[in-house]
Nanobody
Framework: VQLQASGGGSVQAGGSLRLTCVAS????????MGWFRQAPGKEREFVAA????????YYSDSVKGRFTISKDNAKYTVYLQMNSLKPDDTAVYYC???????????????????????WGQGTLVTVSS
Protein backbone atom coordinates (compact mmCIF):
# COMPACT_ATOMS: atom_id res chain seq x y z
CA VAL A 1 0.00 0.00 0.00
CA GLN A 2 1.63 3.21 -1.08
CA LEU A 3 1.28 6.67 -2.56
CA GLN A 4 3.55 7.77 -5.38
CA ALA A 5 3.86 11.49 -6.04
CA SER A 6 5.32 12.90 -9.24
CA GLY A 7 5.26 15.94 -11.47
CA GLY A 8 7.63 18.21 -9.63
CA GLY A 9 10.29 20.19 -11.41
CA SER A 10 11.78 23.60 -11.96
CA VAL A 11 9.69 26.45 -13.31
CA GLN A 12 9.89 30.21 -13.51
CA ALA A 13 7.61 32.42 -11.47
CA GLY A 14 4.19 32.66 -13.08
CA GLY A 15 4.44 29.21 -14.55
CA SER A 16 2.40 26.10 -13.91
CA LEU A 17 2.93 22.51 -12.85
CA ARG A 18 0.60 19.59 -12.20
CA LEU A 19 1.44 17.16 -9.47
CA THR A 20 0.09 13.63 -9.55
CA CYS A 21 -0.36 11.19 -6.69
CA VAL A 22 -1.10 7.59 -7.61
CA ALA A 23 -2.37 5.21 -4.96
CA SER A 24 -1.73 1.50 -5.12
CA UNK A 25 -2.34 -1.55 -3.01
CA UNK A 26 -5.94 -0.87 -2.05
CA UNK A 27 -8.87 1.33 -3.00
CA UNK A 28 -8.58 4.96 -1.91
CA UNK A 29 -12.08 5.89 -3.02
CA UNK A 30 -13.21 6.50 0.54
CA UNK A 31 -10.11 8.36 1.68
CA UNK A 32 -9.67 12.00 2.43
CA MET A 33 -6.69 13.02 0.30
CA GLY A 34 -4.37 15.92 0.95
CA TRP A 35 -1.31 17.72 -0.32
CA PHE A 36 1.25 19.17 2.05
CA ARG A 37 4.59 20.85 1.44
CA GLN A 38 7.83 21.49 3.25
CA ALA A 39 10.07 24.35 2.26
CA PRO A 40 13.78 24.37 3.13
CA GLY A 41 14.24 25.14 6.81
CA LYS A 42 10.52 25.19 7.50
CA GLU A 43 7.95 22.83 8.93
CA ARG A 44 5.62 20.87 6.71
CA GLU A 45 2.38 22.73 6.03
CA PHE A 46 -1.04 22.08 4.61
CA VAL A 47 -1.68 22.97 0.97
CA ALA A 48 -4.97 21.41 -0.14
CA ALA A 49 -7.36 18.55 0.55
CA UNK A 50 -10.25 16.88 -1.19
CA UNK A 51 -13.05 15.06 0.57
CA UNK A 52 -13.87 11.39 0.24
CA UNK A 53 -16.54 12.06 -2.36
CA UNK A 54 -14.56 14.75 -4.11
CA UNK A 55 -17.40 17.15 -3.49
CA UNK A 56 -15.49 19.42 -1.12
CA UNK A 57 -12.06 20.96 -1.47
CA TYR A 58 -10.02 22.98 0.99
CA TYR A 59 -6.99 25.20 0.48
CA SER A 60 -4.52 27.13 2.52
CA ASP A 61 -4.82 30.88 2.17
CA SER A 62 -1.43 31.04 0.47
CA VAL A 63 -2.53 28.94 -2.51
CA LYS A 64 -6.25 29.67 -2.72
CA GLY A 65 -7.18 30.84 -6.18
CA ARG A 66 -3.96 29.52 -7.72
CA PHE A 67 -3.99 25.79 -6.95
CA THR A 68 -6.69 23.24 -7.67
CA ILE A 69 -6.97 19.77 -6.17
CA SER A 70 -8.94 17.06 -7.92
CA LYS A 71 -9.24 13.30 -7.89
CA ASP A 72 -10.03 10.51 -10.30
CA ASN A 73 -11.29 7.59 -8.27
CA ALA A 74 -11.28 5.28 -11.26
CA LYS A 75 -7.54 5.86 -11.65
CA TYR A 76 -6.77 6.02 -7.91
CA THR A 77 -5.16 9.38 -8.63
CA VAL A 78 -5.16 12.80 -7.02
CA TYR A 79 -3.92 15.89 -8.82
CA LEU A 80 -2.69 19.28 -7.73
CA GLN A 81 -2.78 21.85 -10.52
CA MET A 82 -0.52 24.73 -9.58
CA ASN A 83 -0.80 27.98 -11.53
CA SER A 84 0.79 31.40 -11.08
CA LEU A 85 3.62 29.83 -9.16
CA LYS A 86 5.74 31.99 -6.89
CA PRO A 87 9.23 31.49 -5.47
CA ASP A 88 7.57 31.00 -2.06
CA ASP A 89 5.94 27.85 -3.47
CA THR A 90 9.34 26.17 -3.63
CA ALA A 91 9.12 23.04 -1.48
CA VAL A 92 8.91 19.29 -1.43
CA TYR A 93 5.26 18.40 -1.96
CA TYR A 94 3.74 15.34 -0.30
CA CYS A 95 0.44 13.63 -0.89
CA UNK A 96 -1.30 11.89 1.98
CA UNK A 97 -4.33 9.72 2.64
CA UNK A 98 -6.66 9.49 5.61
CA UNK A 99 -8.86 6.41 5.67
CA UNK A 100 -10.56 7.34 8.95
CA UNK A 101 -12.10 10.64 7.91
CA UNK A 102 -15.85 10.92 8.22
CA UNK A 103 -17.87 12.03 5.24
CA UNK A 104 -18.43 15.49 6.68
CA UNK A 105 -14.83 16.17 7.64
CA UNK A 106 -14.33 19.88 7.22
CA UNK A 107 -11.40 22.17 6.56
CA UNK A 108 -10.02 22.21 10.11
CA UNK A 109 -9.81 18.44 10.25
CA UNK A 110 -8.57 18.12 6.67
CA UNK A 111 -5.70 20.53 7.17
CA UNK A 112 -4.14 18.66 10.10
CA UNK A 113 -1.33 16.38 8.95
CA UNK A 114 -1.61 14.23 12.08
CA UNK A 115 -4.93 12.95 10.74
CA UNK A 116 -3.29 11.33 7.70
CA UNK A 117 -1.95 7.79 8.05
CA UNK A 118 -0.29 7.20 4.70
CA TRP A 119 2.23 9.48 3.01
CA GLY A 120 3.96 9.54 -0.35
CA GLN A 121 7.65 10.11 -0.80
CA GLY A 122 7.46 13.74 -1.95
CA THR A 123 8.24 15.56 -5.17
CA LEU A 124 10.37 18.70 -5.38
CA VAL A 125 9.00 21.91 -6.86
CA THR A 126 11.42 24.75 -7.47
CA VAL A 127 10.18 28.15 -8.59
CA SER A 128 12.73 30.72 -9.71
CA SER A 129 12.17 34.45 -9.92
Amino acid sequence: VQLQASGGGSVQAGGSLRLTCVASGRSFRRDLMGWFRQAPGKEREFVAAISRTGGSTYYSDSVKGRFTISKDNAKYTVYLQMNSLKPDDTAVYYCAADSNAILSAGPDYSSRQENYQLWGQGTLVTVSS
